[in-house]
């Protein structure tokens, strides 16, 4: 009588966990996407915030209604610093009570924020 050998895993039951990881893989990657999208719409609506809070204390400081985004980002500037998350562009020009549109978010989203 043959005996079977109680080493390994057989081909199909290899194939068996493999089925599986690529199901939780394929429910798991667009949850992860769609959590990533929102983190990044956040964090870039965070610094347009910052912007628009920067650039209504210079109107209110210089007495003036338009400033570039170099007048209030910098080390000794209103923002330290504006850290991208995703590539967006930010404008470079900012109005009094003109609405504020960062594009190019990831390359395919824009966010708009109404001061």
Known sequence: MKQKSAQGFTLVEIMIV????????????PAFQKVRQSSQDKAVTNNVRQLSAAS????????????VETDLVGATAYVKT?????????PTN????????VSNIAGVRTVTYAP
């Open 18 to 29: 493999v089925v599986i990881i690529g199901l939780l893989a394929s429910m798991a990657i």
């Open 94 to 101: 900012f109005t009094q009570g003109v609405t504020i549109t």
């Open 82 to 90: 504006l850290n991208t998350v995703a590539q967006e562009s930010y």
């Open 56 to 67: 209504d204390q210079y109107f209110l400081e210089n007495g003036v209604s338009t400033v």
